[in-house]
Structure formats: C-alpha cells, structure tokens
C-alpha cells in the first residue's frame, strides 16, 4: 500500500463535506440524461457490427447525418427490427489495428447518436435520427438502446478504499482530460458491486515514493458490466486518464 494510515486518515480529513444536492449528485453544471447517453463506452473487445448505416434516404448522397435525416439500414436475416424500436449509433474509435489486446486495457466505442425505424421492408428499413452527439457516418453500426437513469441522490460520503484502485478512463470523443462537471469512465461495473450513486475519490500517483494526491470527488451516474460513467462533482486539479479512482464505502 503506498500510503500509510496517518496519511490516508490526513486526506480524508481534507476532504470535502457538504451537505447532498443536486449539484452533488450529477455536477456543477445543466446534466442530462442525453449527455450520459452520448459518452463513449469502453469495450474489451471489437464491436461486430450486424446492422449499419448504410446511406441517406434521398437523392443527396453525402455520408455524414444530423439530427432530423433520415437514413437507410441494411437488413439481416432474422435480424428482429420493428418499427418503432430505437437504437443507439455507435462506431469504433481510432484504428481498430491499435485496439488493446485481449485482457491488455480498453479501447473506445463512439456513441454518434440515437434513431428510431420507422419503416421497413425485407430487404431495407429507414430510420430518423432524433438525438445526434456529433456527426452519425456511413458505417456506423446500431447497438443495444438502453435509457440511462441518472440517480436522485449519492451514497454517503465514507472513507475511500483504498485497497480497490480503480482507472480512469477516456471520456466523451476520446478526451483524456476532465475538469469540474465532466463525465469519464472508470473500470469498474455491475460485475465489481458498483452502482448508479456510488462515490469515488480521484488521486494521483506521483510516481515518486510520495502518497497520492487526492484530485477530486466523483458519483456514478450509469454502471455498466466492466465500466461505469461517472461525473467529477468536485476538483481541486484536472482529472487525466490513468489516474486512480477509489471507491469511498463503509468500513
């Protein structure tokens, strides 16, 4: 353990407490359902991508959609659609040559957007993009739609753990930097306990025989299997990839 009792109890004492609110809960700033929704996933491994974009529905035939297009999807065998269903738009981020070896980190899957079908034939369906984060692409594949349900209140704020050390990990576009109100990843999920309000503390390893440096307090908003998005409600100093994020919970 590279920081001792007297140290960790010094940090804790250090530490904010205040009293819950809203601010508390998903940050300093106006977040909503839709901001969570569109942060990158991290993935263990290369998404297979069924269904995809495969163009516009229209004589433009240009390759980037926003809000409002409507797009055509290329139809499996026994592939389930029906009108009506939703789903989210996503595509993997960066050269899939680069993408981590199995059991070796996490790569980024980008969520572009969200549609909906509303027709279909055997052969093709059309869909309407009703929310875009960004630009949605030829290509980009539909996956699994999930409304993420953000949580009313955070557990309590108990003393951080610090025998589970968790990572960050890149939040919305790929950034690898976040600052008061921002939404990062962290690997830790469903599979490690974690659930929707639970807390972190975020500190930094100096790397030089020095105890860490506490950074800031985050909450989980959404907890996936593996990883969970969770929202920097207070920083001291920006918050990079690879820091450390220690779950703060009930001796």
Known sequence: MRIPLV??????AAAPVWAQSSTEVTGPRTLTRAMVACTDVPVTAIPTARLVVSGPHGIDLRGLFALGDRVVIARMADDGLMVGQRFAVRRLQGDPKAFPREGEGFGAVRTAGFLTITAMDEVNALATIDQACGEIMVGDYLDVYTEPLLPATAAALAPPDFSDRARVLKGIDGRAI???GDVMS????????IMAGARFAIYRDPKNGLPLVHLAEAVVLEAGELTSKAVLVKVVDVVSTDDIAVPRRAP
């Open 178 to 180: 976040a600052g008061d």
């Open 186 to 193: 962290i690997d830790r999920g469903t599979v490690h306990g």
């Open 7 to 12: 140290a960790a109890a010094a940090l804790l």
